[in-house]
């Protein structure tokens, strides 16, 4: 039997051990390279991608925000301020954190006095945006309710700006004049927009270090300082100004009118020193006033000047060397031009010159105006400025209406002899009389004070102008037609006019009126001259005598006090004696 076979085991190869020199060689050579990788990326970053990184930072965190700069003043020519920018607050939001938190959209529309479901929408609209505003220049209570909702709801995403707004201290007194600016205060309207370059202010910037929640952290450099606008001095003197509103509105009332106008000029200068209008309306609250309402009528309106214009008719025979102020005209009528007629409230028979301005005769000025061709009387127009704006630089200033008269015809010679058939401003007719009141020279006018007097265009003689003016002082006097425009201690010059108002292309409304005044004071050396327009007025008197001329008396009474203009010498007793009528 044989013998079992042994299972021979193999034995395992010997390990080699490592050699700790080699060990150690690995581990140096590993940490090494490590440590070149760590220095070089340390180095691209810092050296290489320098510009780079910082930019990614800034971007992030830097940014340029605006400095807001003050929009320059308006002031009345004693330096009151008429038009101001005050310091008001933003409200803006991140809506991309604001549209997380719908709960409380509808308590921050209501702090804001906003609709919640408009708000809402907004807030979706832009929802991938990082800024908008959700209302600027807020109130005091809804900047107040505001930062009590983000203190009791923990809200982050809304926050604060600093904005100007203008204020106009005088409201409705001034806002025909001066206009407004709209939500980037950019003039819109009136001498706010005329001179929007001069008062527009240009915000500065500064680069600013923000927060996560667009909070500045620190301001880091101012790029550009801001340009605060120019002051603009007006011509307008806030007394005047005050004292011809109330009168006006007053008087508007009283008749029930829908409208009116008051025009203030010095003579001397040319400077509007009052323009008021009815109805006004609040530049500061725009909200739910229709646009009508803030058209500054005295410029943009125009009318029919009726019987104010006579006057001039007459300095216009007077410096042909036609009349003198005591020939004398037939004015009985009613007096035929073609297949029309011209007559006058009562027959007064044989006139002088000076009794057809007293009496206010439309027969006589007619045949006054006939003595000349077309072509004299609208030169005599044209040379006081009607039919071309007066250059007060005021946006949509009428230029009125005054045909060439190559296009009358017998009748357009006849009617605007007393101021029908074209059309003047409240401003252009109180131009007009300046130049009789500056003895025949005419200045232009304007709403800016100036510095010096401008020499000015003579227009007529100075002979012919202060006999007109002798001749107007008739018309205050117990024989005219505005007895009621006398101011105790004054010699006052005027002409009444009652215009009947035009209805588009049916001629002339019936019962429609308006009721104008135009005079100076003091008639011996005039310094200030006034214009008074009523529209329609409804209270039963409708008379220029009656409704306008009691305006004038107490705005003028006013203004001489303000002006320290001395009483003047009373009238000549043969002026009062002009206005003979002979049957």
């Known amino acids: 039997m044989s013998s079992p076979k042994r299972r021979i085991r193999r034995a395992d190869p010997v390990r080699a051990t490592p050699n700790p020199r080699v060990r150690r060689a690995v581990l140096l050579w ?10 070089s990326a340390v180095f691209y970053r810092q050296v290489v991608e320098t510009e780079f990184l910082r930019g990614e930072g800034e971007r992030r965190y830097l940014r340029l925000g605006e400095i807001a700069a003050r929009r320059g003043m308006i002031l009345d020519r004693n330096g009151e301020a008429l038009a101001v920018s005050t310091p008001v607050e933003t409200v803006w939001a991140d809506p991309r954190k604001l549209v997380a938190r719908p709960e409380v959209l509808p308590e921050l529309a209501r702090s804001l006095g906003l609709k919640p479901a408009e708000l809402r929408e907004r807030v979706r609209a832009n929802a991938e945006r990082g800024f908008m505003y959700l209302k600027r220049r807020v109130s005091i209570d809804e900047a107040a309710a505001v930062r009590a909702l983000i203190a009791a709801r923990g809200l982050d995403a809304v926050d604060f700006e600093s904005e100007y707004r203008r204020f106009y201290p005088g409201v409705e007194v001034f806002g025909h004049v001066l206009g407004f600016t709209d939500i980037e205060d950019h003039g819109q309207e009136g001498m706010e927009a005329a001179y929007d370059k001069l ?9 600013v270090l923000q927060d996560g929640r667009r909070r500045i952290v620190q301001e880091v450099e101012q790029v550009r300082p801001p340009r605060p606008g120019k002051d603009l001095v007006l011509s307008l003197d806030r007394r005047l100004q005050f004292l011809a509103y109330r009168e006006l509105k007053a008087a508007v009332a009283e008749n029930k009118a829908v409208g009116g106008t008051a025009v203030v000029v010095d003579v001397r200068t040319g400077e509007v020193l009052a323009m008021v209008n009815q109805p006004g309306y609040n530049p500061n609250d725009l909200s739910g006033r229709e646009a009508d309402r803030r058209r500054n009528r005295a410029l943009t309106d125009v009318m029919e000047p009726g019987s104010t214009v006579k006057p001039l008719v007459v300095a216009a025979v007077l410096e042909r060397g036609l009349v ?4 004398r005209i037939n004015t009985a009528g009613p007096l035929h031009v073609g297949s029309n007629t011209v007559q006058d409230v009562h027959n007064y028979g044989g006139l002088d010159v000076t009794g057809i301005i007293t009496k206010s005769s439309n027969v006589g000025v007619v045949k006054l105006a006939q003595m000349m061709d077309y072509a004299g ?12 704006p007066t250059g007060v630089e005021f946006p949509a200033e009428s230029r009125g209406v005054l045909r060439n008269y190559t296009h009358w015809r017998p009748f357009d010679h006849a009617t605007m002899a007393f101021g029908y058939s074209f059309s003047v401003t409240a401003l252009q007719l109180a131009q007009a009389y300046a130049i009789v009141a500056a003895d025949g020279v005419k200045r232009p006018v304007t709403l800016v004070k100036r510095d010096q007097i401008p020499e ?3 227009v007529m003689s100075t002979k012919t102008a202060r006999a007109v003016r002798m001749m107007m002082e008739t018309v205050v006097s117990d024989k005219g037609t505005a007895k009621r ?3 105790p201690g004054y010699r006052v010059g005027g002409k009444t006019g009652t215009a009947k108002k035009a209805s588009g292309r049916h001629g002339y409304a019936a019962g429609r009126y308006q009721a104008l005044f135009a005079g100076m004071v003091p008639a011996g050396n005039p310094r200030l001259v006034m214009v008074v327009m009523i529209d329609e007025p409804r209270g039963g008197a409708y008379y220029g005598g009656v409704v306008a001329a009691p305006i004038f008396a107490k705005v003028m009474e006013g ?25």
């Open 30 to 39: 590993g940490l090494a390279a490590a440590m070149v990788m760590v220095v």
């Open 559 to 583: 203004a001489l006090r303000l002006f320290n203009v001395p009483p003047d010498e009373p009238a000549p007793a043969m002026l009062l004696a002009g206005a003979r009528a002979v049957p």
């Open 324 to 327: 003198t102020p005591t020939t």
């Open 377 to 388: 009387l609208w030169k005599q127009y044209d040379a006081l400025g009607f039919g071309r």
């Open 456 to 458: 000015g265009t003579r």
């Open 485 to 487: 425009a006398s101011i």
């Open 199 to 207: 008062l527009r202010a240009e915000p500065g910037q500064r680069r």
